[in-house]
């Protein structure tokens, strides 16, 4: 099958592009997921990078799944051997688990639900003595305003320095007791499948070094949605060389709600110099 077969030529260019960070603006019907699919393809055919070297990042796991079945279509099943297509959070939870001596947790972690984090911050309500224990609205509210210091990487010791209103402070003291917490159940939350690996790539020098030489390629979908957190993490794996291809669509946020900074997509043009832009057309 020929990988150029039916697409255009914006489409065409971003296939090719490999000679440095690439961002792929792409609004709906314009056919990114082919140019995504077509590409990794195309690394493991034309550029002689290995697949287990290649490692494709996606939102959910319906996306990834999509992706990973329309990108072995397109290849031998040797050259997809080792592919690495997930979410982001599956992502993380691996490189956890393969780097579990260099993390606080220790073997067989658990992964809470969001049902048990609450269970968690209501016991350490009432614990504590705190004020609307029962207020499934305020335990709500305190969960949100964790997970946002989260993936703004903000640690607990330093969140009380983003406090604006005596809410706040109580939350940040939560957030404190709520991390203590977790480490003491060998567990992490959703958040700490993110937040944990990027602190890792940035305190550990070797951890970082053997990541980025694993990763020779990576490509990022749906870029606009993501967090701190993760926009760190994909800066951290690909380091200096930027070898990667990140597609966005710059009109929309669907995670906005979930601390998504679209504003990501400027961050890119100021961490990665030069960094190329294509614009999909519509198909």
């Not at 393969?98 to 269970?119: G, H, Q, V, W, Y």
């Amino acid at each position: 099958m020929s990988l150029a077969g039916q697409l255009n030529d914006k489409q065409l260019e971003a296939m090719k592009y490999t000679q440095g960070p690439l961002l792929v603006l792409a609004g709906a019907g314009s056919g990114k997921t082919s140019v995504i699919t077509r590409k990794i393809a195309y690394l493991v055919k034309h550029c002689g990078i290995p697949s287990h070297r290649i490692t494709a990042m996606t939102f959910t796991n319906k996306a990834a799944r999509e992706m990973k079945e329309r990108v072995t279509k397109l290849m031998t099943r040797e050259e997809a051997k080792g592919l690495s297509v997930s979410t982001f959070h599956n992502f993380g939870l691996n490189l956890l688990r393969l780097e579990l001596k260099n993390t606080p947790l220790k073997n067989n972690f658990s992964i809470l639900d969001a049902d048990d984090c609450k269970r968690i911050l209501m016991d350490l309500m009432h614990r504590d003595n705190l004020s609307g224990a029962e207020s499934k609205e305020l335990i709500a509210k305190a969960m949100k305003m964790i997970s946002d210091w989260k993936n703004d990487l903000i640690p607990p010791e330093q969140a009380h320095t983003t406090c604006e209103t005596q809410e706040d402070v109580q939350f940040a003291r939560l957030y404190q007791l709520y991390e203590r917490n977790l480490r003491a159940y060998n567990a992490v939350d959703f958040d700490d499948l993110i937040v944990m690996p990027a602190r890792l790539l940035q305190e550990n020098a070797e951890v970082r070094d053997k990541w980025q030489n694993r990763i020779r390629y990576l490509l990022v979908d749906e870029y606009q949605d993501t967090t701190t957190a993760q926009y760190t993490l994909v800066k951290l794996l690909v380091g200096v060389m930027g070898q990667f291809t990140a597609v966005g669509d710059d009109d929309q946020s669907i995670y906005a709600w979930r601390a998504a900074k679209p504003e990501n997509m400027a961050l890119l043009k100021a961490d990665f110099h030069p960094l190329t832009v294509i614009k999909l057309e519509q198909t």
